[in-house]
T-cell receptor, first 116, second 111 residues
Framework: DTGVSQNPRHKITKRGQNVTFRCDPI?????LYWYRQTLGQGPEFLTY????????KSRLLSDRFSAERPKGSFSTLEIQRTEQGDSAMYLC??????????????FGSGTRLTVV | DQQVKQNSPSLSVQEGRISILNCDYT??????FLWYKKYPAEGPTFLIS?????DKNEDGRFTVFLNKSAKHLSLHIVPSQPGDSAVYFC??????????FGTGTSLTVIP
């Protein structure tokens, strides 16, 4: 395991459908983050986990969004009743607890969601 | 409300010269600052960080400068190489967990 793995890489869905993305972090990293990036913008924070605990959520994470990390390893991000405005790149990142941001996250390659 | 701003969408530099990428932030509570590089179809790659207790951090060809009074961050790349061509994002955080990213600067290094 040399990096953060995200699946699927691409997802096209019809408006109103539910979608779920998976993220497998670097195995020794106990912090996991979800960000969203739209065209021409930088990544925007959605939520983060320390082990299985979801410690912080952005206002961007509406009621239609839910994230889980049940055993403190992989994480899933589900979007219910997708809207066209949900079309974006969804990025997962992980870091070891001790870094506290000094060493940065390791990002995955992202899941590109297109809602048609 | 854009708390981190990168006002130059693009920058072109000759190979071997210095590249200077700039970033401004509005929140004086930010203590942690990062620079990331991003290639198309890949996630951002961490480059270098600095905390508010320092004003300079160096790692090989990359140096980050922090001017807290001006709320300004810059990344210097010396010498610039064609492989450095990418989009560069700066990011800032109060806690080291939730980072606010700028909109990026696309750097082109001309051989």
């Amino acid at each position: 395991d040399t990096g953060v793995s995200q699946n699927p890489r691409h997802k096209i869905t019809k408006r109103g459908q539910n979608v779920t993305f998976r993220c497998d972090p670097i195995s020794e990293h106990n912090r996991l983050y979800w960000y969203r990036q739209t065209l021409g913008q930088g990544p925007e924070f959605l939520t983060y986990f320390q082990n299985e605990a979801q410690l912080e959520k952005s206002r961007l994470l509406s009621d239609r969004f839910s994230a889980e990390r049940p055993k403190g390893s992989f994480s899933t991000l589900e979007i219910q009743r997708t809207e066209q405005g949900d079309s974006a790149m969804y990025l997962c990142a992980s870091s070891p607890y001790a870094s506290q941001g000094h060493y940065g996250y390791t990002f995955g390659s992202g899941t590109r969601l297109t809602v048609v | 409300d854009q708390q981190v701003k990168q006002n130059s969408p693009s920058l072109s530099v000759q190979e071997g010269r210095i590249s200077i990428l700039n970033c401004d932030y509005t929140n004086s509570m930010f203590d942690y600052f990062l620079w990331y590089k991003k290639y198309p179809a890949e996630g951002p790659t961490f480059l270098i960080s600095i905390s508010s207790i320092k004003d300079k951090n160096e790692d090989g060809r990359f140096t980050v400068f922090l001017n807290k009074s001006a709320k300004h961050l810059s990344l210097h790349i010396v010498p610039s190489q064609p492989g450095d061509s990418a989009v560069y994002f700066c990011a800032a955080s109060r806690t080291g967990n939730q980072f606010y990213f700028g909109t990026g600067t696309s750097l082109t290094v001309i051989p």
